[in-house]
Each structure stands twice: as structure tokens, then as C-alpha cells.
């Protein structure tokens, strides 16, 4: 039978790590530290939650994920997103822990013909201060663990617990429900349900996984695919119209083509994503009243 792991998770009130208490905490002790609880760029807080919770696995959702904040704030970006995983990987070496830490399809330049998809193996070249700063985040985790150190990679994130895309577009539309969204059609990408990517770590975890895996959704899509079949699912109508990149300028660059090929889960057997239409169902299915609700549409 499974043991009872001890796993402090940091950045836990984020999306992802709102969903990784919940999914960790039935089978597993969880001590879930949010940014005021635990700064993970502070040497001394993270000694001191290592020293007093003892725990077997550290897991890091913190970062600073506002892509385009990260071009005018380069030294907050590198402060959370390189010099943070540095702080904990030391701290997981020096206490014998397990670190998992998480990492974007960000670090890649996109310049390869979509759908060809890209491996853990393939070369990175990110094109934003946010793209840099997570692979230097990459970077000092290996520096620190090598391989012992556990690294996922993963996608453009949704769910109920934090601000992300369909939570904007579905308050832009609930706003004005006459407007015309403009939605990118030039960008690929595989959106990913932060619950199903919960799941898919506590596997890891379980696996006692090590080395660097990429853990997005099966299959792809644009930000305008997405936004239209999402409003499909709520059964709301929307009227957006597809744009290319090049007329929705963003202080940071993105990827054309972030897709990320799940291999090395796929051959380890350890593959728990699911096509990104299912979860996105699931997901409206489970959450599509809180989602109207919150996005200021009132109860259903
Ligand atoms: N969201 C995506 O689409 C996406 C895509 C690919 C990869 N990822 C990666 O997935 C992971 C989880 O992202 P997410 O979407 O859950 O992000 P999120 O919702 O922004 O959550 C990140 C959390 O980290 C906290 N944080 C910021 N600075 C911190 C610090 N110095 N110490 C401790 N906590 C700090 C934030 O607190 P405050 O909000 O109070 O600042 C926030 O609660 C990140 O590594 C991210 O790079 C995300």
C-alpha cells in the first residue's frame, strides 16, 4: 500500500495550488502555505517551514505568472521565478526533500510549425521575461538536485481558483453581452485544467518521480478555438471574431506554438491527461455555475 506522505506545498492559494490541496490532501498530509504564509524567495521562511513540518515532498506552484507585468518588473520576475526554486531546491538539499517544481511551455521560441509538438528534449529559447525567468528557475533546481530534482512543465492553465483566460473572456462577454470578443487564432497551445494537472503531480509524486517532464493537455488548439468552444459548452452566445497576434499587441512575446508532447509520461506509463475538449467539459459541467457567478452573470 501507498505510504502517507508529508508535502508542503508553497504558492497554495494560486490556481494550481488551490487544486493541489485538494487533490493531495485526502490521501496525504498537506501543509499548504500561501505568498503571506511562506516567501519562497526568503531563505529563512522556507528553513523555518522545512525545520518545524518535516516534510518528505516540497511542491512549488509560487511564481509571478502575469506574463506581460513580468516585462516592466524583470527583477521581481527573476526574484520568484529563478532565485525562489533556488532558495527551496538548497533548502529540499539540505533537508534530504524531494522538490517538484513547475515550469511553463513558456521557455520555448514557438518558431516550429504547428502542430508539431515540442519534447522534453528539444531546445528551449524563450521570448519573454517571463519565459527567462522560469527556465533560470529550471536552471538553478537542476543546478542544485540534478536529475533527483522533479521539473513539469506545463500549459496554459485554467480553472475556478485564480485569474486565467476564459474567466476574462467570460467577464468581458457577461459585461456586454452585445460586444464583439477579438480572440487570437495564431497562437497553439494545449489548454490545460489545473484539476487534471493536480492529478497528474500527485502521480508523479506517488511514482516518486525524477528528471523533467512536459504535462499538458492531449491535443491543441488557438486561444480563439478554445474561447468559442467555451462558450459552446455554457451555452452562451458570444460573438468573437478570430484575429492574428500581430493586432492584439502584448508587451510580452508569446510562443506561436507552445505545444507540448506529454513523452516521457507517456513512456514511464504514467500519462493521466486527458484531451483538452473532455476536461474542458468536465470542468464547465462541474464549475459552470460558480464560473457565471463570479464572472458577475448571477446564479443559474
Ligand atoms: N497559468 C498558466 O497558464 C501557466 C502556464 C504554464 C505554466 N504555469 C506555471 O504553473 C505554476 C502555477 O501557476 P498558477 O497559474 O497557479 O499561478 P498563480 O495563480 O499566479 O499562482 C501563483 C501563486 O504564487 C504566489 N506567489 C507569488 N510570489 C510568491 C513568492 N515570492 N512566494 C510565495 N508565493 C508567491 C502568488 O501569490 P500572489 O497572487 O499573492 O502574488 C500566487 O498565489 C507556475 O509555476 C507557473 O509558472 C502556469
Redesign the pocket.
Known amino acids: 500500500m501507498l505510504s502517507r506522505l508529508r508535502i508542503l506545498i ?2 497554495a ?5 488551490c487544486e493541489l490541496v485538494q487533490v493531495l490532501s485526502p490521501a496525504h498530509e498537506v501543509a499548504a502555505f ?2 503571506e504564509e ?4 526568503d531563505p529563512r521562511q522556507v528553513e523555518a517551514a522545512l525545520a518545524r513540518y518535516r516534510p518528505q515532498w516540497l511542491v512549488n ?5 502575469r506574463v506581460d507585468a513580468c516585462e516592466s518588473d524583470p527583477e521581481l520576475a527573476f526574484r ?2 529563478a532565485a ?1 526554486p533556488e532558495v527551496l531546491a538548497r533548502a529540499a538539499a539540505r533537508h534530504g526533500v524531494r522538490l517538484l517544481h ?5 521557455v520555448f521560441p514557438g518558431d516550429r510549425p504547428a502542430p508539431l509538438p515540442y519534447r522534453e528534449t528539444d531546445p528551449v529559447g524563450p521570448l519573454s521575461v517571463y519565459g527567462h525567468s ?1 527556465l533560470a528557475g529550471e536552471e538553478a533546481v537542476r543546478g542544485v538536485l540534478g536529475e533527483e530534482g522533479l521539473i513539469v512543465r ?4 485554467y480553472g475556478l ?2 485569474p ?1 483566460f476564459l474567466k476574462t473572456m467570460l467577464r468581458l462577454a457577461l459585461a456586454d453581452p452585445g460586444r464583439t470578443l477579438r480572440v487570437v487564432d495564431d497562437q497553439h497551445g494545449s489548454p490545460t485544467w ?1 484539476r487534471r494537472l493536480a492529478e497528474q503531480l500527485k502521480e508523479l509524486i506517488e511514482a516518486d518521480a525524477r528528471g523533467l517532464f512536459h504535462a499538458s493537455a492531449e491535443g491543441h488548439c488557438t486561444w480563439y478555438e478554445l474561447a468559442t468552444t467555451f462558450f459552446e459548452l455554457l451555452e452562451l452566445p458570444a460573438r468573437l471574431v478570430p484575429i492574428p497576434t500581430r493586432d492584439y499587441p502584448t508587451p510580452a512575446r508569446r510562443p506561436a506554438n507552445s505545444i507540448l508532447d506529454n513523452r516521457r509520461l507517456r513512456e514511464l506509463g504514467l500519462n493521466v491527461m486527458r484531451p483538452w475538449q473532455e476536461d474542458l467539459e468536465e470542468f464547465v459541467r462541474r464549475s459552470g455555475a460558480a464560473l457565471m457567478k463570479e464572472c458577475g452573470g448571477g446564479g443559474q
Not at 506552484?61 to 505568472?65: K, L
Not at 506545463?154 to 492553465?157: F, I, K, R, Y
Open positions: 508553497t504558492g492559494k494560486g490556481l494550481l495550488g500561501g505568498r511562506l516567501d519562497i524567495s506552484a509560487a511564481a509571478f505568472t520568484v521565478n525562489g513547475i515550469s511553463t511551455d513558456y522560469k506545463t500549459a496554459w492553465l481558483g485564480g486565467n489545473a
